[in-house]
């Protein structure tokens, strides 16, 4: 286990906005009291949303597509274990949607609903992406002009041997740009990208040494992302968000996708938390806007993915389309790029999706076009596993559900048992001890986390995938720690 390495887990977790749409198992936190919920909301049709004339809808249905009680019971599990304040799922096929809703936008806040809003994270880069196809549809740019036609002629855009990153380099994550730019130093880390302006992109661009020649090979980019939807901004002479409202927003009818909340709209914004349960702040984008900013409802993204599904008449379908085709391997078995989008194949159809997250929300948007059904997933908790877990088996159910894992009560002297000071590696430490009750657990370079037992011995961390199992020898003295991480195994002693 490295040090750096883990550091690195802790900085993804900060700045990722999320990547693609797999779903990794999730761990678990002790029960609480169950925090008050909401129950099932009535299933509303495609025509409850007002739409412009633009954006004809389909006809009423008369039945509604099924969410499981299964996935519901899954979802209630879910926020009564703490794993999330509130989720908000809808499911979309051609008969209309069903959503459903569990949890309270914060401790002691309302409950969650189809209205509520949530940050959305990097499911923004798909509208990044569908600003792009439409001005390609519209005959404005072409997906292989060099992003240096776009920008300002003192500012140097990198290239190697020759080959200059294009526009749709930057949509598919090709472009050879690092995941933020290297000149990114937050000054809060609880709103990482507030602070990172157009200036200190440029002077980025014009200093940066590519790795490898554009197009060569997938690396998940947030600075390519957010670059993209700056360079789109500076060809419509508007912001960004401004740009989303008029091209997709108000054409789908959409009128809680937004950067900029109004009061009425931000009393239905639920409050966001870590995966530990915590408050915490929204996140504000500057430069990078187009790899994050948008906020959203379950409403709106529903009727967003009917749109692309052809479930009604939109201007925008042939925009849309253009999105859906596939245009690079990521290097990783059954994932591919789209523009924007990521195509995942799990067991069957290949299905369109993209997930997305920042310091308190985690979101899902996908859809399987063959059969026409898709999915939106919202919750109000970072913790990444619930989200792409849930719209991923509702579009493949022969991909299980992940167990919830529940943690157990131990007794204090169990848990005082394993305090000390334990050596993974030279000059990488775990220091474990107690506090009020709870094991906490903190690795060099790494901050301190809250560890769940699951038995007296196996112990797991929320806010980052591991798990900590302590060793015994025969006379019953702890001696040591593995700590299990991506399917690998780091033993350390105790050496005080």
């Known amino acids: 286990m490295k040090k750096d390495r883990l550091t690195a887990l802790v900085l993804i977790a900060l700045t990722a906005i999320l990547v693609g749409c797999t779903a990794p198992a999730p761990t678990a936190t002790p029960a609480p009291p169950p925090p008050p919920t909401a129950a099932p909301t009535k299933p509303l049709p495609l025509t409850a949303t007002p739409v412009p004339a633009t954006a004809a809808p389909l006809s009423t249905p008369t039945t509604t597509p099924t969410i499981p009680s299964a996935v519901q019971e899954y979802i209630r599990e879910l926020v009564d274990n703490d794993y999330s304040r509130g989720v908000v799922v809808a499911l979309i096929d051609a008969s209309g949607t069903t959503y459903y809703s569990y949890g309270r936008m914060s401790e002691n806040g309302a409950p969650v609903d189809e209205h509520?809003?949530?940050?959305?994270?990097?499911?923004?880069?798909?509208?990044?992406?569908?600003?792009?196809?439409?001005?390609?549809?519209?005959?404005?740019?072409t997906l292989d002009t060099p992003i240096e036609k776009y920008l300002p002629p003192e500012v140097r855009a990198p290239e190697r041997n020759g080959k200059k990153i294009t526009l749709e380099h930057l949509a598919t994550h090709r472009s050879g740009l690092p995941r933020m730019p290297t000149n990114w130093n937050p000054q809060d880390l609880n709103n990482p990208d507030a602070d990172y302006t157009t200036q200190m992109l440029y002077e980025f661009l014009s200093s940066y040494t590519l790795p490898r020649d554009p197009g060569a090979q997938y690396e998940y980019s947030n600075l390519g992302a957010g670059l993209l939807g700056h360079i789109l901004a500076r060809l419509a002479d508007k912001p960004y968000e401004q740009l989303v409202i008029d091209r997709i927003s108000q054409p789908l009818g959409m009128n809680d996708t937004r950067i900029?909340?109004?009061?009425?709209?931000?009393?239905?914004?639920?409050?966001?938390?870590?995966?530990?349960?915590?408050?915490?702040?929204?996140?504000?984008?500057?430069?990078?806007?187009?790899?994050?900013?948008?906020r959203s409802s379950a409403v709106d993204l529903a009727r967003f993915v009917a749109a692309n599904l052809g479930l009604y008449k939109t201007d925008l379908y042939p925009v849309l389309q253009r999105t859906h085709q596939v245009r690079a391997d990521t290097g990783e078995a059954g994932v591919e790029m789209a523009l924007g989008w990521v195509v995942i194949t799990p067991r069957g159809n290949a299905i369109i999706c993209h997930g997305g997250g920042t310091g308190g929300y985690r979101s899902w948007v996908g859809f399987d076009p063959s059969r026409k059904v898709g999915v939106v997933v919202l919750s109000n908790s970072n913790y990444e596993s619930i989200v792409g877990a849930i719209g991923v088996h509702l579009l493949a159910p022969q991909v299980e559900l992940p167990r919830v894992k529940k943690a157990i009560a131990v007794a204090p002297s169990v848990l005082a048992a394993y305090t000390g000071t334990y050596q993974l590696e030279p000059g990488v430490l775990a220091d474990v001890t107690v506090e009020n009750g709870t094991l906490l657990v903190q690795i060099t370079g790494v901050p301190r986390y809250r560890a769940y037992p699951e038995s007296e011995t196996t112990f797991f961390i929320k806010v980052i995938d591991v798990q900590i199992t302590f060793q015994k020898d025969a006379k019953g003295n702890v001696v040591g720690l593995v700590l299990h991480e991506e399917g690998k195994d780091y033993a350390a002693k105790k050496i005080k």
Do not use: M, Y
């Not at 880069?125 to 519209?138: G, M, N």
């Open 116 to 141: 509520t809003i949530f940050e959305i994270g990097s499911v923004t880069k798909v509208f990044t992406a569908i600003l792009l196809a439409d001005l390609v549809e519209r005959g404005v740019v």
């Open 260 to 294: 900029t909340l109004s009061e009425e709209q931000r009393s239905r914004l639920a409050r966001g938390h870590l995966a530990d349960g915590q408050p915490v702040g929204n996140w504000d984008f500057d430069a990078l806007a187009g790899a994050g900013a948008l």
